[in-house]
Nanobody
Framework: QVQLVESGGGSVQAGGSLRLSCVIS????????MGWFRQAPGKEREGVAG????????YYADSVKGRFTISQDNAKNTLYLQMSSLKPEDTAMYYC????????????????WGQGTQVTVSA
């Protein structure tokens, strides 16, 4: 059974930093595509960043480019999201997801999701 467990969320002031972690277990597919997503109250879930094919290709939402960095540690089966220069509009529940299909990550239809970790940024 595939499980994803996020951690690292919290409350910070604007301009601060946080690093989110997502430990993935039970994943046995040869190909692994991963992503971070977020959902603020009253808003739809949106893609934040994705990473594919062993980390050789990644993408970022325009709203986080230059501030967030997605990375992975294959030895630890862990996905990271380093968030810097945080803004109040980054406040949301952050989720990680994984799937053999990069299209599923892009379309947010991944078959495996974590439970989320809350990030709150105060002005």
């Amino acid at each position: 059974q595939v499980q994803l467990v996020e951690s690292g969320g919290g409350s910070v002031q604007a301009g601060g930093s946080l690093r989110l972690s997502c430990v993935i277990s039970g994943y046995t597919y040869n190909r692994r595509c991963m992503g971070w997503f977020r959902q603020a109250p009253g808003k739809e879930r949106e893609g934040v960043a994705g990473i594919y094919t062993g980390g050789r290709w990644s993408y970022y939402a325009d709203s986080v480019k230059g501030r967030f960095t997605i990375s992975q540690d294959n030895a630890k089966n862990t996905l990271y999201l380093q968030m810097s220069s945080l803004k109040p509009e980054d406040t949301a529940m952050y989720y990680c997801a994984t799937d053999p299909s990069s299209d599923a990550i892009w379309r947010m239809t991944s078959r495996y999701w974590g439970q989320g970790t809350q990030v709150t940024v105060s002005a």
